[in-house]
């Protein structure tokens, strides 16, 4: 009879290196920091500190293995150009509001409260430069709608 003493240090070995993997992963990229607003249709203006995600690696990263975010912080995803584009929550702890807006700060789609881990793809819904990820619930809070404007430097209209 085979011991299972083998199997089970390679499995333990396994799950060791890529719970290393992951922490590396997650504490290897960093961000900058930005100030942006939301000034909605209703004439409201929310303000909110971004960390600005700019890079295909910050872009990977973004907001996956965060415990917490407070109510005034958000994630900046910049893509460059307009283009269509496709988020997930894999890995991610919180629950997020997507707003998802064009490139002159046009918020042109929002996905409220996607769901923590779930592998099921966002859709931008057409191209779209940027992304901005807040506490999942915050956009309806706050009155934050389709067509309402993102305001910042990042942005270039500010």
Request: charged residues 25%; without cysteine.
């Amino acid at each position: 009879m085979r011991s299972p003493l083998p199997i089970l240090f390679k499995s333990a070995l396994g799950a060791l290196f890529l719970l290393l993997a992951t922490m590396v992963m997650a504490q290897e990229v960093s961000f900058s920091r930005d100030e942006l607003s939301i000034r909605t249709a209703a004439g409201k203006t929310h303000e909110f500190s971004v960390e600005l995600a700019v890079t295909d690696a910050q872009r990977a990263q973004g907001l996956m293995f965060r415990k917490t975010m407070p109510p005034d912080h958000g994630m900046l995803f910049d893509f460059g150009e307009a283009r269509p584009v496709a988020m997930w929550m894999e890995n991610t702890i919180l629950p997020l509001d997507m707003l998802f807006i064009q490139g002159d700060g046009t918020i042109s789609h929002i996905r409220e409260n996607a769901v923590p881990y779930a592998r099921d793809v966002i859709d931008s819904r057409g191209p779209v430069k940027f992304v901005l990820e807040l506490n999942g619930g915050r956009a309806r809070s706050l009155g934050i709608k389709v067509g309402d404007k993102v305001i910042s430097r990042r942005i270039g209209n500010r």
